[in-house]
């Protein structure tokens, strides 16, 4: 697998209309892996942005490597990065701590039997449940998370776009929370699932990338 890392130009007013919803950085993106263009199975590509010092950084992890002339179609030119990322899974063992960050589709399927439906709704989580929210997935994927060691560091509502079957242009309003902190690595096999396929829902809207940076000493 790959990981990129390429530094958005935002002070291109051009760029601002083109990347106006999470939907135009999907294309963006799949767009930057021409030889998938047309097949029905495209490979996973987990993407997230960051914000670092008011500058704004895509992040990409792909199974194949981007066309490089197309990832840095709306970034700064000669900003994009893409290493190898295997070595870094073999690297990692289970009691491993570490520091990450991940962009979670903050939502949960509410119960409602009214209308005979097998399914609930999906509402946002409270603001109160968020916590517990993403300690509860931390487990299940293989890392344990203090809740003294977590924090929230952004919480938003962002905009997706789609046309249905009728063309009708449809606008949602994707609820966005972004988690910093530090973990241990519980069970590898599971953890490193997380990692090159995500966590939750929206995967290929910008969400469920998790990345983590090893503590040493």
């Known amino acids: 697998m790959y990981i990129s890392r390429v530094k958005i130009d935002l002070d291109n007013r051009k760029n ?4 106006s919803h999470l939907g135009c950085y999907h294309g963006w993106i799949e767009d930057s892996f021409p030889e ?34 197309i990832l840095e179609k709306y970034a700064i030119k000669g900003s994009l990065e893409t290493k190898d ?14 520091k990450f960050r991940i962009k979670l589709n903050t939502v949960k399927s509410l119960a409602d039997r009214s209308q005979g439906r097998k399914r609930g709704r999906l509402v946002p989580v409270p603001l109160d449940e968020l916590i517990p929210y ?3 997935r931390a487990e299940k994927n293989g890392f344990h998370v203090d809740e003294d060691d977590l924090r929230i560091v952004a ?3 962002e905009l997706f776009e789609k ?32 990692l090159t396929q995500g966590i939750g ?8 990338l998790l990345t983590i940076i090893p503590c040493h000493g």
């Open 36 to 69: 998938e263009r047309g097949k029905e199975n495209r490979s996973r590509k987990l993407w997230r942005i960051d914000s670092i010092h008011d500058e704004y950084y895509l992040l990409v992890l792909s199974e194949k490597k981007p066309e490089e002339s």
């Open 201 to 208: 829902k929206k995967k290929a809207y910008g969400f469920g």
């Open 16 to 19: 601002l209309r083109d990347l």
């Open 134 to 136: 993403f300690l509860s």
């Open 163 to 194: 046309q249905d079957q009728e063309d009708t242009r449809i606008k949602l309003d994707l609820v966005s929370t972004s988690y910093e902190g530090f973990l241990t690595i519980t069970d590898l096999e599971k953890f490193k699932k997380a």
């Open 85 to 98: 990322y295997d070595p870094f899974l073999e690297k990692l063992k289970e009691g491993m701590r570490a």
């Open 155 to 157: 919480k938003s509502k």
